[in-house]
């Protein structure tokens, strides 16, 4: 009888929108990490804006390499956009209110959007092998119709195998709880506050990270032992050197961004006792690969930098 009572509890108190309540045990003054998210913000729109700009108006920049390059800066820019303005929200206007289905659409389009910048690197890591490994075949084998149907897998795999992480949290019965502690619609942060079990969502979300996250880390980590191989066995320190050098600002990013995934997950096991480290490290890492990426591949990329003062020049002369 109880049993039924408590179902029928369930079925009838459905909360109809969530709470973001921020950053967890910071709330009186979290309104002073506005300045440096909005800045983060602009940095990222600008800069990858304008390496959008650089790639299509410089004709040597028209290599699969920097393809890839362009590709990344429209999902920063995606995964940047769909965050920071509803922080910001949050931090200035106290717009802490979110129903459920765009909460659940948030949910989906970072999952999509994080999977598809960790299938970028993967790619962006093959291409890096086939120049430095297989330099002759590099022309035939990284091609324009390799970009497109590599593009093309990538979505299509981020698309459809996050689809059940929204779902999933779509049916479970939020009856009680609607305040979640942090500042974005994350799977774990959500279905927390079910009433029903959530085992199937936590199993989903462990699978979708070690299939995914997992291969493709996997595959970078064989890609990039395989260059430093073939790397080892030139004669030359100096060619040796200039190839190294031209996976330096990759490698930089990579690290960045599997390193805080790593980290998040170690993290968030310590959620009870300190709160907002696995909310800000989340944040950080959805934040600030965005505005980090097109800065240092500009500072370390010969080619890029040189487009990017080629596109300035002709701009002040505009002027």
């Known amino acids: 009888m109880f049993q039924n009572i408590k ?30 998210l909005a800045l983060l913000y602009l940095l990222a729109l600008s800069a990858n804006i304008l390496i959008l700009i650089v790639i299509n108006q410089e004709p040597t920049l028209h290599q699969p390499m920097y393809h890839f390059l362009g590709i990344l800066a ?8 769909t965050i920071i303005p509803k922080i910001l929200a949050i931090l200035w206007f106290h717009a802490k209110t ?22 970028v ?41 996050t689809i059940p ?14 305040q979640i502690e942090n500042c974005m619609c994350t799977n774990l942060g959500v279905t927390s506050l079910s009433c029903d079990d959530r085992t199937v969502n936590s199993i989903y979300q462990l699978l ?45 990013l990579i690290l960045f961004f599997y390193t805080v995934v790593v980290i998040i997950s170690i993290t968030h096991s310590a959620a009870l006792t300190f709160p907002i480290i696995p909310v800000l490290l989340n944040v950080l890492h959805n934040v600030i690969p965005p505005a980090l990426n097109p800065v ?9 930098r040189q487009g990017l003062y080629k596109v300035l020049k002709l701009d002040i002369k505009s002027n």
């Open 98 to 119: 979110i129903s459920l289905p765009e909460c659940f659409l948030q949910m989906y389009i970072i999952h999509c959007f994080v999977g598809m910048e960790s299938g």
């Open 208 to 252: 979708l990270a070690w299939t995914i996250m997992g291969s493709d880390l996997g595959l970078i980590i064989l890609s990039y032992a395989l260059i430093l191989h073939s790397v080892l066995k030139l004669n030359s320190a100096e060619a040796a050197s200039k190839a190294l050098s031209t996976c330096t600002s990759h490698l930089i």
């Open 165 to 178: 992480v929204p779902v999933l949290a779509a049916q479970r019965h939020y009856c009680s709880q609607n």
């Open 296 to 304: 240092v591949y500009a500072l370390k990329n010969k080619e890029l």
């Open 121 to 161: 690197f993967v790619c962006m890591a093959i291409d890096r092998y086939v120049a430095i490994c297989r330099p002759l075949h590099h022309p035939s084998i990284i091609t324009a119709s390799f970009v497109v149907k590599a593009t093309v897998l990538m979505v299509l795999r981020n698309t459809l195998a």
């Open 74 to 81: 429209v999902v920063d820019l995606g995964l940047a956009t």
């Open 7 to 36: 179902v029928s509890n369930i079925s009838t108190l459905q909360v109809s929108e969530f709470i973001l309540m921020g950053f967890p045990g910071i709330h009186r003054w979290q309104h002073w990490l506005s300045p440096p």
